[in-house]
């Protein structure tokens, strides 16, 4: 049973806000959930991460509701840059497991 | 302060050989972490390591692969007799001291890409 649901793939245009989200409905109460951004022949690398409510950072925000059973990543102000593969994870302790991951498109 | 360390970023072997991995991790982590990425596909878990112990190997196949992270110098992910299979990339990534509570965000190397004519 897959620990994450995330769409496959999203288009966008440079400039426009771009939200991800994601269904981990078996989320433990010890988990955290985590995003990583991947670019092609390179590593993961963290974005955010949250446990409820609203995390904000330099490069992005993280939604959570009450229930905790989704989450939504979200990225103002997209560009060209910004095309990657985006992992969310619910993990509680040390090992991470990646899905496939969404793969956002943007356009100019 | 550099970051995390692979070599060599490409590997190319032929059926049957040893394919040696390298990982030098960040500056003050001592937890490494191997992942292997087939195309297309998102990373899988492979080995979990400490300072001289191996942690959780649950995603390492029990035959061929081993994995170590000795006291002194880089971890390095062992696979012996190649086959084709086993192309893929492989990912190192490090984390400081594990907290008590909480993820613990872990930060990726380059990679090593092997090919297996």
């Known amino acids: 049973l897959a620990k994450t649901t995330q769409p496959i793939s999203m288009d966008s245009y440079e400039g426009q806000e771009v939200n991800i989200t994601c269904s981990h409905n078996?989320?433990?109460?010890?988990?955290?959930i985590t995003w990583y951004q991947q670019f092609p022949s390179q590593g993961p690398r963290f974005i955010i991460q949250?446990?409820?409510t609203k995390v904000t950072n330099e490069v992005a925000s993280l939604f959570i509701p009450a229930d905790r059973k989704s989450s939504t990543l979200s990225l103002p102000r997209v560009s060209l840059s910004d095309t990657a593969v985006y992992y969310c994870?619910?993990?509680?302790?040390?090992?991470?497991?990646f899905g496939k991951g969404t793969m956002l498109l943007v356009s100019p | 302060n550099a970051g995390v360390m692979q070599n060599p970023r490409h590997l190319v072997r032929r059926r049957g050989q040893e394919a040696r991995l390298r990982c030098s991790p960040m500056?003050?982590?001592?937890?490494v972490y191997w992942y292997r990425q087939l195309p297309e596909e998102g990373l899988k878990f492979m080995v979990y390591?400490?300072?001289?112990?191996?942690?959780?190997e649950s995603g390492m196949p029990k035959e061929r692969f081993s994995a170590e992270f000795p006291k002194e110098g880089p971890s390095i992910l062992r696979i012996q007799q190649v086959v084709r299979g086993d192309s893929a990339a492989y990912f190192c990534?490090?984390?400081?001291?594990?907290?008590?509570?909480?993820?613990?965000?872990?930060?990726f190397g380059p990679g090593t890409r092997l090919t297996v004519l």
């Open positions: 990534a490090s984390s400081p001291a594990v907290r008590d509570r909480g993820s613990n965000e872990q930060f």
């Open positions: 078996n989320i433990a109460t010890n988990d955290y």
């Open positions: 949250g446990y409820k």
């Open positions: 994870l619910v993990e509680g302790y040390s090992t991470l497991t």
């Open positions: 500056k003050g982590h001592s937890h």
């Open positions: 390591l400490q300072k001289e112990n191996i942690i959780d």
